[in-house]
């Protein structure tokens, strides 16, 4: 069955300092792949998605994050973490069923930036 | 440019009494909607999605169900709320053939 798992419930970095978000997926195709981020009582943002072509993907807000097959991984990453930054951070995967729209969604990884 | 509502915002209702959530996009034609609940710690978990207007799919057996009327409205209800139907909920969009979803603001949920 597809699955997500951040592994990081909660993560908490210097500002300043570089971010690494993990995301371990099981599917049995390629996936599409995605990061949001959400920040407190609000909707979630795209930052950043993967369908095909170049591993290695730019995103807003400076974050990037890599496909790497042999791994199932998809992390998240910032080289200077803004205390802005702060949020909870989702990865997701999918489709779940071929032909729809359904995802899956990790259960996500909340960032806390010092100042 | 494409928007997405979602009204209330915030709501809190006794056990028993019914619910109505609305949700409305703008600038597009023929979205994909979805609602979702978030539960603290728990990710999201995709409720319903609709690919047209009066087809809905349902993802998990529950105390909700969701319309349709038009092509840019979603609805999400329920009869007599529960307090497990607390929580956040989310609705979201999707253009069919790209695959990225795009969330409104959400609604807070607090069954009383």
């Known amino acids: 069955a597809q699955s997500v798992t951040q592994p990081d419930i909660h993560i908490t970095v210097s500002e300043g300092a570089s971010l690494e978000l993990r995301c371990n997926y099981s599917y049995g195709a390629t996936p599409y792949l995605f990061w949001y981020v959400q920040s407190p009582g609000q909707g979630l943002q795209l930052l950043l998605k993967?369908?095909?072509?170049?591993?290695l993907v730019q995103g807003i807000k400076g974050f990037e994050a890599e496909f790497k097959r042999s791994q199932s991984s998809f992390n998240l990453r910032k080289p200077s973490v803004h205390w802005s930054d702060a949020a909870e951070y989702f990865c997701a995967v999918g489709p779940s069923t071929s032909g729809t729209y359904k995802y899956i969604f990790g259960t996500g990884t909340r960032l806390k930036v010092l100042a | 440019s494409q928007t997405i509502h979602q009204w209330p915002a915030t709501l809190v209702q006794p056990v028993g009494s019914p619910l109505s959530l609305e949700c409305t996009v703008e600038?597009?034609?023929?979205?994909?909607l979805y609602w979702y609940r978030q539960a603290a710690g728990r990710g999201l978990q995709l409720l319903f999605y609709s690919v047209g207007i009066g087809q809905i799919s349902s993802e998990v057996p529950q105390n909700l169900s969701a319309s349709r009327p038009q092509d840019r409205q979603f609805i999400l209800s329920s009869k007599k709320l529960l307090l497990s139907d607390s929580g956040f909920y989310l609705c979201a969009w999707s253009v069919t053939g790209t695959y990225e979803q795009y969330f409104g603001p959400g609604t807070r949920l607090t069954v009383t």
């Open positions: 600038g597009t034609s023929n979205p994909n």
């Open positions: 993967y369908f095909s072509g170049d591993t």
